[in-house]
């Protein structure tokens, strides 16, 4: 096995559950542990004349590779910083007549780099690519057709002078891409990558590390700012020395078995962490309210819950938006009393309430289901958890806009200092939670010392320009997630 250096990290075999990565050292809340650049990556086939094919970015006039015409690049500095990457796959391109599915180029782009470095980028990586594991003696007979028929496909299209695979070397290939792969998403799903040493870090469904995408710098078109684009490793604790790294690959605000049941479908495996096996906050996730209301309103109530959540989702896809506040106002009023305010349904329905409510620019009542939205998930999150930062980053952009300063502020602070472990000084949205939390700070001052002075400033900037309403799009906050 191939094995490199790395400070903070080292391998270790972690049982049933294959290879692990554990701390080599006592790791501190917000260390990085380590960064890497993706192995591959390619724009998913939706975003192919929208994103640059070399640094991602979504740009209204790409210019076309004039070989392939399937490529899109911001300009010439993009395509020479990409063609190292490009050259064979423009070949293929050309040769087959049309581009393949995101995944066959994805599984082509994987092995050119391997044929050109042996599957090792930098001496901190600690496996080769073609040794993760590929769990394809694992998949359903559907997935296996499908399988094959990708493989065939990849054959058409693979060209490599004189090296030839077999396909059960492809299929593992694609078997890897399939349960290593992380699409990486910036608000839109842009592409997937792979990152080796990212595969080793095991699953826990309450992990001590979190993984985040970070860009660097935004503003310029270098090329030399390209391999910046990469993601981190953060400890979101503190960490003994010799204990296991892990993450999450599934949002902790489910029960247990549903977890469990995500990841045996997703993952091929079945989760033992702790908070399953001991089922640690299931019952604070479906608790009834502090009233003791009886059993038999609980089921109502729930049924209730969840038919209403059903008819949320239709009316959102519709676009229909004061039909989903409608359906929320009054499926909260049945809550009340009932559900506690940490019950999932609960959760979920003053989560889209809040959001939808911003998004209409009806921010004072908004704010009041955001806020407590961020009390039921301080009570189940980790209290370094990035969605929860995240979160309370957006009830706090809801009170401030509503004119509640004081909260506003205080809750940008608390979510400054959660991002600040999991995304860092650096990352572009500290950065804007940081310019927030210097704004928020001056109207406050200037609030504790003239309230009507507060206010009257406040509705004059607000005549002159209007709040730009919060999206509300499903709100995908995750930088980086395991591929479904
Ligand atoms: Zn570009
Ligand atoms: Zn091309
Ligand atoms: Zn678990």
């Not at 930098?122 to 769990?135: N, R």
């Not at 299929?171 to 699409?183: L, Y």
């Not at 008819?311 to 049945?334: M, N, S, T």
């Amino acid at each position: 096995m191939t094995v490199g250096n790395m400070e903070s990290a080292t391998l270790f075999d972690a049982g049933k559950k294959g290879r692990g990565l554990k701390a080599a050292k006592e790791l501190v809340p917000g260390e990085v542990i380590f960064a890497e650049p993706s192995f591959s990556a390619v724009v998913f086939d939706n975003f192919a004349t929208k994103v640059c094919h070399s640094c991602f970015r979504q740009q209204a006039n790409l210019h076309r590779c004039a070989q392939c015409k399937f490529a899109h690049y911001c300009d010439r500095t993009c395509q020479t910083a990409c063609w190292d990457e490009h050259k064979q796959e423009c070949g293929a391109i050309r040769k087959m007549g049309n581009a393949p599915a995101e995944n066959i180029r994805l599984a082509a782009r994987v092995l050119w780099r391997i044929h050109k470095n042996a599957g090792i980028m930098s001496d901190s990586q600690l496996i080769s690519v073609d040794q993760l594991e590929d769990h394809v003696a694992d998949l359903s007979e559907e997935a296996r057709t499908q399988l094959n028929a990708d493989v065939q496909t990849f054959l058409q299209f693979w060209s490599h002078g004189r090296k030839k695979h077999d396909p059960e070397y492809i299929s593992h290939i694609f078997g890897i891409i399939k349960c290593n792969g992380f699409t990486m998403s910036d608000q839109r799903a842009v592409r997937v990558g792979l990152f080796p040493n990212l595969c080793l870090v095991n699953h826990d469904c309450w992990p001590n590390c979190t993984v985040i995408l970070n860009h660097g710098t935004q503003t310029a078109l270098s090329s030399t700012l390209h391999s910046q684009r990469r993601i981190e490793l953060r400890a979101l604790e503190k960490i003994p020395e010799g204990a296991e790294l892990t993450v999450s690959y599934v949002d902790f605000l489910s029960l247990s078995s549903d977890r469990q049941k995500k990841l045996r479908e997703h993952f091929h495996f079945d989760c033992t962490c702790e908070h399953c096996a001991q089922h640690i906050k299931d019952d604070v996730m479906m608790a009834s309210s502090d009233s003791k209301p009886s059993a038999d309103k609980v089921k109502e109530v729930t049924a209730f819950s969840k038919e209403c959540l059903e008819k949320i989702e239709a009316a959102r896809l519709q676009g229909d938006f004061p039909e989903v506040v409608k359906i929320c106002r009054e499926c909260l009023e049945k809550q009340e009393n009932v559900l506690a305010d940490t019950h999932l349904y609960r959760l979920h329905v003053l989560s889209v309430a809040g959001e939808v409510l911003s998004f209409l620019q009806n921010f004072g009542e908004a704010a009041g289901y955001a806020e407590k939205m961020v009390e039921g998930y301080k009570r189940l999150y980790h209290p370094n958890n990035a969605l929860l930062g995240m979160a309370i980053m957006r009830a706090g952009v809801t009170h401030w806009h509503a004119g509640k300063i004081e909260v506003g502020h205080g809750l940008i602070c608390k979510a400054y200092g959660i991002l600040m472990v999991t995304h860092g000084p650096n990352h572009a949205i500290t950065r804007d939670l940081e310019s927030m939390r210097t704004q928020t700070e001056l109207e406050l001052k200037m609030f504790l010392q003239d309230e009507s002075a507060y206010h009257s400033m406040r509705e004059a900037a607000l005549k002159k320009k209007p709040l730009a309403p919060i999206s509300a799009g499903g709100g995908n906050v995750k930088d980086v997630s395991r591929k479904k």
